[in-house]
């Protein structure tokens, strides 16, 4: 036996498709190259962390739109709530850090429950990942596009189209590879971040040198009479979207350059700084601005601190364009995480295997395209409008970090002795997001937010069927599965035959080679006068083979040929069944979708016939358009 590397890279460039993947997508990379492919720790805070610090552009929006219900003057009460959240935030990123070192390989909530906490757990972590990967690519997207028509509203009732172009160019640079992504989208983020830094600390210096300017002329007084609690309940669910995005370092691990877990840990760390300092900066300055938001979203909060501070000067572009650019790469953060926990799926056998199957550019390609489909439907379902999506966000993420907290606590405790002081952490990361998701879900419930119950239930049935799948079939294919079906002598080949060409010709020359002891033609004619000429074309050419026809007078193709394969089981009972198509290959990629559809009919209804065993052989054959 010879085992040997096949890297020929160049196989199959003479075909149109392969050419025009190596353009737009790169030519194939090695296996041993999935080394080199890795991310710095600046990169992977570009690749990972642009969805948790893009949601600093809504973020605090989505706060001070739930307030605006009460008055403008209850825009005080964002303060508190900030100081809250920016809590959470460094609670879980220190949480998340201890998962990062204890699970190396990445997969997140899922490794971390099926590990401590079971299955039906683990699946429900994973599903709420998948729901909430979807989400906030939609919603990066969306978000994204409003800064955008913020600045240019003429674009405004382009916004989906604008959308979905973004979406389809995001699967285009995550197809070409995580190194070329890495690089693409680090400059933006990294604007990104100073922009943002640069605003706040200048919107800070002009507070208190007394120079600030405000938006709106409206005062706020310290009451709350206006105010429920309920309201600042809503109010502090939606500030809770600046918290999407921390898990998907844990997630993804193995992207990282060597040592993994300790370039990883350093990311989450920095990226946790880096989202509550800007998180609380852009909060305070919309209160002490008098910031109201506008419903309908034509301007984003961003959008008027920033031309309170610099006018419609170039700087005021610039935020904008560094605003519009990282909502549109925090949809990038979903591309990196989702396929790699998809792989995970796949390895365990809860998705399709194809999601373990890394692509030509040493991706999954698979999940990468299943995640951009899926955010294009939502940002045309929803109209491309971010409120309308905002309450369905979120909520899968505070599901995630509970069962990812409690399976902390349990490795903890399994792990012996001397881990206190992680169990404690991973205790109240638990209580804390737990009593987050309960607040989140309850006061978006009737806005949205109980869709998500039955897509986590959907997701979980759904992953749990395709692992009864395997099962079944590994078991049916083991070597206890059953006795193997028996191999008979005798072999009866039917021709099925569209016409009598030179494809025919060569697809009996075919049959004879093989030495069948019957060989039987069948065709299917639409009328009598068709089968009449049909049978005497056939005995021009092949008078000593056997030809039966049969008149479909509905038209109908495989429902003959079905019935006629029962019959020939039966008439030899003791042979085994082959059945022979001929394929037409055109030399043209684009001409293949003219030819062989019927055949892939006709094959399709024969393999899902419980009553018909046959061996069926499409027989290919090349043709040239060339005179």
């Known amino acids: 036996m010879k085992i040997w590397p096949f890297t020929n890279k160049k196989e199959g460039d003479a075909m149109l498709l392969s050419r025009l993947r190596n353009f737009f997508i790169g030519k194939p990379l090695a296996t041993k190259n999935l080394i080199h492919e890795r991310l710095t720790n600046l990169q992977g805070l570009a690749i990972f962390g642009s969805d948790a610090l893009s949601s600093t552009a809504y973020a605090t929006e989505e706060i001070l739109l739930v ?55 683990a699946l429900i972590g994973a599903a709420s990942l998948v729901v909430d990967y979807i989400l906030t690519a939609a919603v990066s997207v969306v978000a994204g596009v409003a800064a955008i028509t913020s600045a240019v509203p003429a674009l405004y009732p382009h916004r989906v189209l604008v959308g979905i172009i973004v979406i389809g160019l995001l699967t285009w640079a995550n197809l070409r590879g995580v190194k070329e992504s890495g690089k693409l989208f680090s400059v933006p983020t990294y604007i990104f971040i100073l922009t943002m830094l640069g605003t706040v600390a200048y919107g800070f210096w002009k507070y208190f040198s007394g120079t600030l300017p405000t938006v709106n002329p409206v005062h706020a007084t310290d009451t709350l009479s206006s105010l429920g609690m309920f309201l600042i309940l809503r109010a502090f669910a939606a500030g809770c979207t600046a918290m999407t995005g921390i898990e998907a370092v844990s997630n993804g691990v193995q992207a990282f350059k060597a040592p993994e877990s300790r370039n990883a840990a350093r990311t989450i760390v920095r990226m946790a700084v880096v989202l509550g300092s800007v998180f609380l900066g852009l909060t305070f300055l919309a209160h002490w601005m008098h910031v109201v938001p506008i419903a309908s979203g034509e301007e984003t909060v961003i959008s008027m601190i920033a031309r309170a501070l610099f006018g419609t000067t170039p700087l005021y572009f610039l935020v904008q364009a560094a605003t519009s650019v990282i909502l549109l790469l925090a949809a990038n953060t979903p591309f990196a995480g989702f396929p790699r926990v998809a792989s995970q ?158 494809a025919t010709l ?53 429902g003959p040929i079905l019935a006629y394969l029962k019959q020939v089981n039966e008439r030899w009972k003791n042979d085994d069944l082959i059945v022979v198509m001929t394929e037409i290959v055109p030399d043209r990629i684009h001409h293949f979708f003219l030819h062989n559809q019927t055949a892939f009919r006709i094959r399709l209804a024969i393999e899902q016939d419980p009553d018909i065993n046959a061996e069926i052989f499409a027989i290919p054959v090349k043709i040239s358009e060339k005179i």
């Open 506 to 558: 060569y697809g009996m020359k075919f049959i004879r080679s093989l030495k069948p002891a019957h060989i039987q033609a069948f065709h299917v004619s639409m009328s009598t006068e068709d089968a009449e000429a049909f049978r005497k074309r056939w005995q021009g050419f092949f008078p000593d083979i056997s030809l039966d026809i049969v008149v479909s007078e509905y038209r109908d193709l495989v």
């Open 67 to 121: 307030l605006a219900f009460a008055g403008a003057a209850t825009s005080f009460i964002s303060i508190p709530i900030a100081i809250v959240i920016a809590a959470l935030i460094v609670l879980v990123a220190v949480s998340y850090r201890q998962a990062i070192f204890a699970y190396p390989q990445g997969g997140g909530v899922y490794n971390v429950a099926k590990e401590n906490l079971g299955e039906t757990p």
């Open 345 to 502: 799926l796949a390895k365990d056998g809860y998705f399709p295997r194809q999601f373990f199957n890394l692509g030509r550019r040493l991706v999954f390609a698979n999940g990468i395209m299943f995640l951009s489909l899926f955010s294009a439907a939502l940002v045309y379902l929803f109209d491309g409008s971010v409120h309308a999506l905002i309450p369905l966000y979120a909520v899968g993420v505070f599901l995630g970090f509970s069962i990812s907290q409690f399976g902390m606590i349990k490795h903890w405790q399994t792990a012996g002795a001397g881990n206190k002081k992680s169990i404690v952490i991973n205790m109240i990361g638990c209580i804390a997001t737990s009593v987050v998701l309960v607040v989140v879900f309850v006061s978006k419930f009737s806005h949205g937010a109980w869709v998500l119950v039955p897509a986590v239930i959907g997701f979980v049935l759904f992953m749990k069927s395709i692992k009864g799948h395997y099962t079944r079939v590994a078991y049916a294919l083991s070597l206890n599965g059953g006795p193997v079906p028996d191999v008979f002598p005798e072999k009866t080949a039917v021709f099925l035959i569209a016409d009598v060409n030179r």
